[in-house]
């Protein structure tokens, strides 16, 4: 037995030490798990808010375009690096509050810290010396800069030790993980629902009138507003539920003095390396059909409302007016669409584990989604074609048919099918898979997340000039991601092992790779 497996089983064994036998190897409470996932609602507000209001915010400080991406890149970035670490270090907190707590309470303090800058950056900017006629705010830029990046590494802090707490509240029973897993999925979908409601409403500023400001403009101000809701609802959700739930303290080992040498050459990303190192099949499967189905996803994810705009609706953001509102017209639809998912998304979350079941486990659900990922990708060429031949005969400024409109809108709420399983099954099956091996939970959800981030990277930076080869327009990303989840979909059901059955899967605390 190697160093690296000789610590985690020592550690292991005062882990279970520390711990009551009902604490530790019993599945914790329902009511306690849906506590936690409720956290989940709470961070997917602030990023739907994102995607429906920070665009006028953007333009309104008049971010250059070259600048936007290095910005949108600290997302994927910092949760290479920072989901790893966070990981890490709260599989081996020795905090009276626990493991995971201290972690969650973090990364929710960091969430209002970095919305409050993201929201007062015209504010903070006007103040350190921008002027209201200049186009581009460099202050203020700064400013809102300096909050994004906080945001990412505030949501990737709270999202790895929320998951890892769930995992750690089923105690490896593999049906309760799955189940707690299918909750965190539902809880998502809620905020993304209440967070597309709060950013389609254009009023929303007179609830606090001070918002609106000589440098913050209504859209600005509504902004602050659905920024104020959503980290109020945050910190009620994660006072509530770490009052509620106590965490597991963890001791470590007393370890005999010839081996401080050895332990102690391992360090965080030795640590990292060495899980990699131990990793069998079963994980390493994992890592390679989760990679694949986000290649799939991000290119709709990142560009589904300009398809609306763009391909569904004729517009043209850098045209005219009419075309530019025609543009307008089509993401806000998009924006419907994305309601529309979120709903699905909802209601599917909580009947995976049923309809798991009755497909005869998750991973031949998982792959049989990926199939209907794939088709849902491939029918957004048929909707375009259609769209463009309504504007041959219609003209090219009538927009779609209430039918085309219709087919794309339904394609929206299809897809919430296969992302319920896409934001549930992977962690689920990540935290089975990693029953006996030499990591925690949490850096085992992190190892995982490197499956996420770097396929958004490749699509962040290549998305466009793949695009731009093939004439522009988004339908070149989205076949590809159309065969990439039909490759995710066959590597699922062939390749990827099954994991256990219903009953327990671990009994003594273990969290890790096999």
Not at 236 to 258: F, G, M
Not at 337 to 346: A, E, K
Not at 366 to 374: M, P, Q, T
Request: with cysteine.
């Amino acid at each position: 037995m190697g160093v690296f497996e000789k610590e985690k089983s020592t550690k292991d064994a005062a882990a279970l030490e520390t711990q009551s036998p009902e604490d530790f190897n019993q599945p914790s409470p329902l009511r306690k798990i849906i506590s936690v996932a409720s956290i989940a609602a709470g961070v997917q507000f602030g990023w739907a808010l994102q995607l429906s209001l920070l665009t006028p915010y953007v333009q309104l400080l008049g971010i250059p375009h070259k600048w936007s991406s290095l910005i949108w890149l600290c997302g994927p970035i910092s949760g290479m690096i920072v989901q790893p670490i966070v990981g890490f270090h709260s599989d081996r907190c020795t905090s009276r509050f626990g493991r995971r707590r201290p972690f969650i309470a973090t990364g929710a303090a960091l969430v209002a810290v970095a919305v409050f800058l993201i929201g007062y950056a015209a504010d903070i900017g006007n103040k350190m010396g921008d002027k209201l006629d200049q186009k581009v705010k460099v202050r203020a830029i700064g400013i809102f800069a300096l909050g994004f990046w906080i945001l990412d590494v505030a949501n990737n802090t709270l999202q790895g030790p929320c998951r890892a707490f769930l995992a750690d509240l089923a105690a490896g029973d593999a049906k309760r993980t799955r189940v707690a897993n299918a909750f965190f999925s539902f809880f998502m979908a809620v905020g993304n629902v209440l967070g597309y409601a709060a950013g389609s409403y254009t009023n929303l500023h007179k609830m606090f009138p001070f918002t609106m400001t000589k440098a913050c403009d209504i859209y600005c101000a509504n902004l602050k507003t659905c920024f104020f809701l959503s980290i109020t609802l945050l910190l009620i959700v994660t006072v509530t539920s770490l009052w509620y739930v106590k965490d597991k303290q963890w001791s470590p080992p007393a370890r005999n003095p010839d081996d401080d040498e050895k332990t102690s050459s391992v360090p965080l990303f030795g640590e990292i390396f060495g899980a990699f190192k131990v990793m069998k099949r079963p994980m390493w499967m994992l890592l390679i059909v989760t990679a694949l189905n986000w290649i799939a996803w991000f290119p709709f994810l990142l560009f589904d409302t300009d398809w609306m705009g763009r391909e569904v609706y004729g517009g043209d953001s850098d045209g005219n007016e009419r075309s530019k509102k025609l543009y307008s017209l089509g993401v806000q639809s998009g924006a419907m669409g994305l309601m529309f998912n979120s709903i699905v998304l909802g209601f599917m979350s909580l009947g995976v584990e049923w309809i798991g079941r009755k497909l005869g486990g998750a991973k031949r659900l998982w792959g049989i989604v990926n199939f209907i990922l794939a088709a849902g990708l491939a029918m957004t060429v048929l909707v375009t074609k259609l769209a463009d031949d309504h504007r041959k005969t219609a003209g090219q400024l009538a927009g779609p048919s209430s039918g085309i409109k219709a087919g794309a809108l339904s394609l929206f709420a299809v897809l919430g099918i296969p992302l319920a399983i896409t934001f549930s099954t992977p962690f689920a099956l990540a935290s089975i898979f990693s029953s006996s091996s030499g990591a925690g939970q949490g850096l085992s959800l992190g190892v995982l997340n490197l499956a996420i981030v770097i396929p958004q990277m490749i699509v962040s930076l290549g998305g466009g000039p793949f695009d731009a080869l093939f004439g522009g327009g988004n339908l070149p990303a989205f076949i590809v991601g159309a065969i990439a989840a039909a490759i995710s979909g066959v590597l699922a059901l062939t390749v990827l092992p099954s994991p256990p059955p219903d009953a327990p899967a671990l009994k003594t605390g273990a969290m890790g790779f096999h």
